[in-house]
């Protein structure tokens, strides 16, 4: 009989795989580097060896799971069966991965967006605790989302939902990599932050040891920003509240069309703790309709990188019958979206 799930979380970067239990607990991790040669085409063979080979590995046979899920930062397509727009794996094109996955495996395989998967599995285990309304929104090289409204993921016509990091909020601003101008991701993203102190530092004449390294051409990263920015650096003040600022507005556009019981901030720059978390929280409440300004709760997120390997493997426990578990394996289901 069946027992545990398998999560893998796809990076442009590297591809990670988590054993669980149906109750979220996660028994066996590895990962290894993602290959995006070969026009990608490698991903899928890498991750079924992987899989296999980790299975052998550890005497256990395939049976041994209910399922895979996957995520990728892409849009999942194709009812489910393909991705397109994982750019950094060469997948620009619709790349089938549910079909291979399950010849190659004989267990069933469920496909999710990464934003999608981290939401559901700060939800599951983590910030969310089980809301039926939830906005989770992370903050990487780009802006990423996954929005739970009513108990269930929000997926849209063509599985691409949640697009939060394109909301224009500077309409003559910088211009993105979508093609429009001024979307929240050039602004609040890790690579915006430091994209804002940038183009504030060609203006500003005072003192500021950002603008020193700026102008010196030294490394900069959001992080610097950020601790800059706590030291009273004001060239990094200004900065970072921008973003912060344009952040808070957007999200208060989306909490006023979603009315969401809590908003989960992720992501790397989402290190920068509670000090990040009052500057977005001061636009936020401005903006929101008045009814949501006290109701709706800001949180930053619990499970770091798992998140998303925790979502997916959520995926595949939604799936099971119901007669397949145990009493408390169908009360961890009941947890699950």
């Known amino acids: 009989m069946p027992s545990k799930l398998i999560g893998v979380d796809v990076g442009g970067t590297t591809v990670k795989f988590a054993i669980f239990n149906v109750h979220g607990d996660i028994q ?11 026009n990608g085409n490698r991903v899928v063979p890498d991750i079924i060896n992987s899989i296999k080979h980790r299975v ?30 994982a750019y950094h794996l060469n997948w620009e094109t619709p790349h089938a991965v549910k079909q291979p996955l399950e010849e190659a495996l004989g267990i069933p395989v469920i496909l999710e967006n990464d934003a999608n998967a981290a939401a559901l599995g700060e939800n599951w285990k983590g910030a969310g605790n089980n809301s039926a309304n939830m906005l989770m929104i992370t903050l990487g090289t780009g802006i990423g989302s996954g929005i739970i409204a009513g108990g269930k ?32 991701e050039e602004y ?15 203006e500003y004449e005072g003192n500021s040891k950002l603008k020193a390294m ?23 003040e200004q900065s970072l509240t921008q ?41 936020l409440r401005e903006h929101l309709f008045p009814t949501m300004k006290t109701s709706t709760q800001l949180k930053l997120a619990e499970l770091g990188n798992t998140a998303g390997l925790i979502g997916a493997a959520s995926l595949v426990l939604s ?15 009941q947890m699950v979206l």
């Open 319 to 333: 799936t099971i019958d119901d007669s397949a578990l145990t009493t408390t394996e169908r009360i961890a289901k």
């Open 243 to 283: 973003s912060c600022t344009y952040l808070g507005t957007a999200l208060s556009y989306v909490g006023n069309t979603l009315n969401p019981e809590t908003m989960i901030i992720g992501g790397g720059v989402s290190a920068a703790g509670q000090f990040l978390l009052n500057l977005i929280e001061k636009p």
């Open 153 to 184: 993921l929000l997926t849209g016509y063509l599985g691409s939902a949640g697009e939060i990091g394109h909301i224009c909020v500077d309409p003559n601003g910088f211009k993105c990599s979508c093609g429009n101008m001024g979307c929240l």
């Open 56 to 85: 052998q590995l550890y005497d256990m046979k395939l049976s041994d799971f209910y399922g895979v899920g996957l995520d990728f930062p892409g849009t999942v397509t194709d009812h489910g069966r393909a991705v397109v727009g």
């Open 28 to 38: 066996d991790q590895w990962s290894f580097p993602t290959d995006p040669l070969d």
């Open 214 to 236: 700026l102008d010196q051409g030294e490394e900069v990263s959001s992080k610097t920003v950020v601790d800059l920015a706590r030291d009273k650096d004001y060239l990094a």
């Open 188 to 202: 609040a993203s890790a690579t915006g932050i430091v994209r804002v102190a940038h183009a504030k530092a060609e």
